[in-house]
């Protein structure tokens, strides 16, 4: 091919590319594998992830939780997965169809009106919706609650920081651990009130109240919700009074994957749609009257606003968000309330069997739904080393690695995949791990 | 009477929540295996949903795989054939690659499980972030962005951040004012400034030469004026051509004392052929999706690490990935980091992807995808360039750059030449894009597709050429072949629909 087109070597393909700007020797990457060394290769590091093959209590933003098998089947279909954007309608219907069926599935479960075809990640959708409320308000103060996602904060930070919108904090009550403050908080600048429900502590926050009290002084609710499967339990947001719905949907039957992908879903009340930010799919028809679905309002987005869009997303989520279509329609609508009802009902089992051994505690009064604070008798850090060691479980989250002043506390995480066995494994390693402390001692 | 057929219902498939039958199940889960507690007991009444999940769909196993396969068949997909998406690279996505990515050690680690039972995972992380600084000459990485855009937000940011840091540590008289302008060509993707303006940027453009190049003269008048944070430059730029002039334009940049960040849509002409980091360029973001063969999946998830200069890289997003000895562990000390820009590490899944490319390929191999992606675009525009208006002289790199011009006298346009492409079995190439070219349909063939099927889409370009001269309506009302006609979008977008509601509802509203 190369002569057809008049050129003697590979080389005159680059002869626009001025000689100085040219690589002189061949990169240092090794030679090409074959598909055995390459698959023994990353089978070798995979068995260096300890903690990925032991029964596990570890939440705090990414959940194990069961996937029905056809789930990562059908989104293996290369039809979904090799597909690009459905910028051509006509042939990417099946896309445009399933991302439909998405928004309205996160509508359902949020409550809420309307909602996008996915964000990046739960951090990232709730940086989104901080942006968005201070585009809805022109308020330029948003208040977030200390119980939130501290690496969602952390995400927010770095969006705003340019944005001109100043980031305040509320407190945490120390008893029931839900987000505490004083209505004198909420004067004329603050643009939204943010919270997580669960929050990051595992306590349900009293959404309708911090909704009547935001809208009260003129604010908008954004609620942030980490764990999708107390949806199948716990009163929507959209039913509380929330404005903005920022959620991570990794629940609903994605794998833990070391962080990523996942999919943030975003939802809002119809009013607001036009300051949405990502891709809308929306219904249309063609001459014969036939129904589809097209991407819609692109208005809002960067390809025809530019530097005036409400935000610069482009590629998002889409296989992640088809994941997370199809185990909402497998699971349906019995059977997204019964892993809720099996994550809250093994927790609080969990509960009474951890509050039980001598020395641990349960800090908060709040309700919870599958992740609650335990306070151990001695350094949660070193506790967990020896769980995960001497008993071959990931017991949860030290706390003391967001903060450092809660040196005894940790996060338990139990959902429908633990079984009795583990939890009672758990319960007594703890118990073990303090005795031998005991031991040690005397 | 007659028997009135109807399609099969794969051509009418309807929505999940029509095909809804009460009590239809498509799971199974163990019976609960603890003392069950009473549910007031659980959680109080008032914070429990009261609506029973109305709405949401209930339907069997082979209810739910039916309809998502059936509707799986009206898109199009690279394993189908060529989709020449411009600036997009559709290349073949390996399933050795996806198998990686399942292996349960990866699958099922929690990113906060302990370091030190997470160092296969984090020697990935490692391990990609060398790759990707020797294929940019760039030795900064992160690889904590989630795509393209969320990249070059991460690279405007640490731009900021950088110049705050230099300019206060300076502390030059007078020029107390930050610096605010990001630069950039009119050719750019949108994602560009809707990125520099959430960094805090004002944007500038910059025009495009007749030559479909930076035009250097605009860009010295540009930085003369002393406002100049720096520059977002695309390379081969969007009209798929390289940006001869590079070298010189890095050095106008800097020495206005801005710096150059680099939107990587387009390495796969680059990979194994030149390295930005030799070119002056300061950072640049990379899309695994594209460049690195990670599927696009329709619409995501993608992965845009991030490149830097050594000078930029305390700025990188945290917390990094470092090796100390034999350990790897995650640094989140890092005091002028522009911050996190993703919980938890970036898209792990597209890390793993895209480091069995990079291994599978090896030195030679990428550096042979880069040569036919460009031997493929090449094919195309010498094949086309009699039929087609082609704005740009130069030989394309990766991507070659058409026009309706010659189409449109006889009232056919890019929007139909693409809608008729559909019906010879091609997805269309990328239209209306770059903006500066009136009806632009940019090519990207990439490297996974042969001599034969290059030479189909070349008649089938020609023949379109000359439907619309000889049989403009059957242009004009294209596609023909598919499921559905073209669809109304303006309705669409005046009285938006977005989400299914029951009809009962509907109708009361």
Redesign the interface.
């Known amino acids: ?2 002569h ?2 008049g ?1 003697n070597s ?1 080389e005159e ?6 000689a ?4 002189r020797e ?10 055995i060394e ?2 023994e ?13 032991r029964p ?1 209590f ?1 939440g ?3 959940y ?1 939780h ?1 996937a ?1 098998t ?1 789930v ?24 445009l ?5 998405f ?3 996160v ?3 949020t ?1 809420m ?3 996008n ?2 964000m ?5 959708a709730m940086a989104e919706a901080v942006l968005m409320a201070e585009r809805v308000t022109r308020r330029s103060r948003v208040l977030v609650s200390d119980a939130v ?1 501290p ?2 904060m ?2 927010t ?3 705003v ?3 001109g919108i100043e980031l305040g904090r509320l407190g945490v009550d120390a008893e029931t651990g839900r987000t505490a403050f004083d209505d004198s908080a909420l004067d004329k600048t603050v643009g939204a009130v943010v919270v997580q429900s669960p929050n990051f502590f595992g306590c ?1 926050e ?1 959404l ?1 109240s911090l909704a009547d009290r935001a809208h009260a002084a003129g604010a908008l609710l954004v609620v942030v919700v980490t764990e999708s499967a107390s ?6 947001p959209g ?1 509380c009074g929330a404005d903005i719905v920022a959620a ?1 949907g990794q629940s609903l039957g994605v ?7 996942y999919v943030g879903l975003f939802a809002t009340r119809e009013q607001y ?1 036009r300051q949405m930010p990502g ?10 009257g ?1 129904r ?3 991407l ?4 809002r ?9 409400t ?10 968000a ?1 994941a997370a ?2 185990y ?12 809720a ?2 994550c ?3 927790a ?2 969990a509960r009474r069997r951890i509050a039980a051994v001598e020395g641990f505690s349960l800090p908060y009064s709040a ?1 919870v ?1 599958n992740e609650f604070v335990v306070r151990a008798p001695l350094e949660a850090a070193g506790l ?2 020896r769980l ?1 060691s001497e008993h071959n479980v ?1 017991g949860g ?1 030290a706390l003391s ?1 967001h903060f450092p002043e809660r040196p005894n506390d940790l996060l338990v995480c139990v959902t ?1 995949t633990n ?2 066995s583990e ?1 009672d494994a758990l319960v007594a390693g703890l118990r073990e791990v303090q005795g031998s402390r005991f031991k040690v001692q005397s | 009477m007659a028997l009135k057929a109807t399609p099969h219902i794969t051509q009418n ?1 309807a ?3 029509e095909r ?1 039958q009460t009590g ?4 199974r ?1 163990p019976a ?6 009473p549910l007031d ?4 009444a ?14 069997s ?1 082979p209810d ?2 039916r ?3 059936r ?10 054939g060529l ?1 020449p ?1 411009g600036s ?1 690279t ?1 290349k073949y ?1 390996s399933r ?1 690659n ?17 370091e ?6 984090l ?2 992380m490692y391990e990609l972030q060398q ?1 990707l600084a ?2 940019t000459g760039l030795p900064g990485v992160s690889l904590q962005p ?5 990249g ?2 991460t690279g405007v ?1 640490m731009i ?1 951040a950088f110049l705050d840091a230099r300019d206060e540590a300076g502390v030059e008289e007078g020029s107390q004012r930050r610096r605010s302008v990001m630069l950039i060509p009119d050719s750019a ?3 560009n ?9 004002t ?1 500038k453009a910059i025009r495009s030469t007749n030559e479909g190049l930076t035009d250097l003269g605009h860009l010295r008048e540009l930085c003369a004026s002393g406002d100049v944070a720096g520059l977002m430059l695309t390379n081969p730029n969007t009209c798929g ?2 940006e ?1 002039n ?2 010189e334009i890095c050095r106008v940049v800097h020495e206005a004392g801005g710096l150059v960040y680099m939107d990587g849509a387009n390495m796969n002409a680059l990979v ?4 930005p980091g ?2 002056g360029v300061d950072v640049i973001h990379l899309n695994l ?1 594209k460049t690195f063969s990670t ?9 845009g690490p991030c490149c830097s200069t050594a000078e930029l890289e305390p700025f990188l ?1 945290v917390p990094r990935v470092v090796r100390e000895g034999e350990q790897f562990r995650l640094d989140s000390a890092r005091p002028q980091s ?13 890390h ?1 992807r895209a480091l ?1 490319y ?10 042979e995808a880069t ?1 036919a992606a ?2 493929n675009a ?2 195309i525009a ?1 094949s086309l360039s009699d039929t087609f208006d082609k704005p740009f002289a ?2 394309p ?1 990766h991507e070659v750059l058409f026009t309706d011009k010659r189409q449109s006298r006889k009232g056919v346009h890019t929007l139909d030449i ?2 008729r492409l ?1 019906d010879y079995g091609f ?2 190439m990328t239209i209306y ?1 770059p903006l500066i070219v009136q009806g632009a349909m940019l090519v990207e063939p990439t490297e996974s597709v042969g ?1 034969a099927e290059l030479q189909q889409f070349v008649d089938a370009m020609k023949e379109i050429a000359r439907e619309a001269i000889e049989d403009a309506d059957t242009v004009l009302n294209a ?1 023909h072949t ?8 303006a ?3 005046r009285k ?5 509601r029951p009809a009962e509802k509907t109708a009361a509203a």
């Not at chain 1, 393909?13 to 001025?18: C, G, Q």
């Not at chain 2, 990079?358 to 191999?365: A, F, P, S, V």
């Open positions: 091919m190369l057809a087109l050129l590979a393909l680059f002869d626009s590319i001025p100085d700007a040219l690589l061949p990169l240092k990457t090794p030679a090409a594998l074959s598909e390459l698959l290769r990353f089978e070798s590091l995979a068995s260096r992830n300890a903690a990925a093959r596990s570890l705090a933003g990414a194990s069961y029905p056809i990562d089947s059908v989104i293996q279909r290369s039809e979904f997965f090799t597909a690009y954007t459905p910028y051509q309608p006509e042939i990417s219907q099946g896309t169809q399933a991302i439909f069926e928004q309205t599935l509508c359902q479960l409550g009106d309307v909602a075809a996915s990046y990640d739960g951090s990232t996602h690496e969602y952390q995400v930070e770095t969006y920081a340019h944005a349900v009293d309708k949806f199948g339990l716990l009163r929507p039913a991570e794998p833990l994957s070391f962080g990523g992908p749609a891709r809308l799919v929306g219904v249309a028809y063609d001459r014969e036939r589809g679905f097209v819609t309002l692109a208005t987005e960067q390809h025809i606003r530019r530097e005036k869009a935000s610069n997303i482009c590629t998002n989520e889409g296989l992640i088809l279509t199809i909402m329609t497998t699971m349906g609508r019995k059977g997204l309330q019964e892993v009802a099996q809250a009902q093994k609080a089992y309700p739904f967990l080393r995960a990931n989250l690695r429908e079984k009795r939890i | 498939e929505l999940v929540f809804s239809r199940r498509g799971y889960l609960l295996d603890v003392e069950e507690t007991e659980l959680l109080p008032d914070v429990r949903r009261e609506d029973d999940l109305e709405g949401v769909p209930e339907l196993e739910v795989v309809h998502f396969t509707i799986s068949t009206w898109n199009y997909n690279i394993d189908l989709y998406l997009c559709m996505n050795l996806e198998r990686v990515a399942r292996i349960q050690g990866f699958a099922n680690l929690h990113p906060l499980a302990a030190e039972d997470s160092q296969g995972a020697e990935v790759h020797e294929i989630a795509a393209g855009a969320h070059e937000m940011m900021r993707h949108g994602t400034p809707a990125s520099a303006h959430l960094s805090g940027f944007v051509i390289f001869r590079i070298r194994g052929v030149a390295r030799d070119m999706h599927p696009h999946g329709g619409g995501g998830p993608g992965s997003p522009v911050g996190r820009v993703k919980a938890f590490y970036g898209n792990f899944g597209m793993l069995a990079i291994l599978t390929h090896g030195n030679t191999g990428l550096r040569e460009v031997l090449r094919f010498d130069s030989p790199m693409a809608k559909i997805h269309p894009f001599r596609p598919t499921r559905i006609g073209r669809l109304d979008e309705a669409a977008a938006p629909v977005l989400r299914w």
